[in-house]
């Protein structure tokens, strides 16, 4: 049986980790798959290789406390890889760093966002191809997703469309063919670990102006982003073994 692959572009904290497992672990327990049908592949590590894509069924790129903009060797070699198998036609998704460095593989540009960081939980909303697209419209027109990005896609591919945007972030997902999308958001994330996040930067977030009660209180759980991985892993063929429930009667997202 072919399996997903977790590209691993980096780490999370330290005291996250020991609280809810890293990057890899928070995307097995949302997408709600077993672990057996999951290789992860820690590209940050030099020392790692890529499988073969024989037995991939669909691909994950994670998040990163790394910058794009640092154009690390291992991450030239991933958007050379991605481009490289582009025509296999495998779905994949990128998550944050993922999201951006897809964006870069492909011709577009990555820098830091000139706002600065945008964090907690923000309303999203979906472009009219975005409701229209087979991996996001199982989201409401406006939902809400975890974010924590310093850097953005201040440039798309030519040939991506614009899947969701918000009032800061322009480019909250796109797709490029009809097998490959970035999100910038974290669907992996729960109101739990958005709000470790937040108190892991609380200095600095301090330092640049922001109320950490204010960011904490924009902080709520929702099923969107489970619901958005669910039906990712279910468009590759692979088996939901602890689907998502409840998400249809969320419907309190004050306009």
Request: with cysteine; proline share 3%; glycine share 8%.
């Amino acid at each position: 049986m072919k399996k997903l692959l977790v590209v691993k572009t980096g780490t999370s904290f330290s005291s996250i980790i020991e609280q809810y497992g890293d990057f890899e672990d928070m995307i097995i327990r949302a997408c709600g798959i077993s672990v057996d049908d999951v290789v992860v592949a820690n590209v940050y590590d030099d020392q790692t290789s890529l499988p073969s894509t024989d037995q991939i069924a669909a691909i994950i790129i994670t998040g990163s406390h790394t910058m794009v903009t640092e154009r690390e060797e291992w991450s030239t070699r991933l958007m050379q890889w991605l481009r490289d198998i582009r025509h296999q036609q495998i779905p994949t998704l990128g998550i944050c760093y993922g999201h951006q460095l897809i964006a870069e593989a492909f011709g577009g540009k990555v820098d830091t966002h000139p706002q600065g960081i945008e964090i907690g939980t923000k309303k999203i909303q979906l472009t009219e191809e975005g409701s229209q697209d087979r991996l996001l419209a199982i989201l409401h027109d406006t939902f809400y997703g975890h974010v924590a990005h310093r850097q953005t896609v201040v440039e798309l591919p030519v040939d991506a469309r614009i899947l969701a945007y918000n009032q800061f972030e322009p480019y909250h997902a796109y797709a490029i063919d009809n097998h490959i999308w970035g999100v910038q958001f974290h669907p992996e994330f729960s109101g739990d670990i958005m709000h470790a996040y937040i108190n892991e930067q609380q200095e600095r977030l301090i330092d640049e102006g922001y109320s950490i009660e204010k960011l904490h209180q924009s902080v709520c759980d929702h099923p969107f982003g489970r619901f958005l991985l669910d039906h990712f892993i279910n468009l590759t063929g692979l088996q939901v073994t602890n689907p998502s429930i409840g998400w249809t009667i969320f419907s309190n997202i004050e306009e």
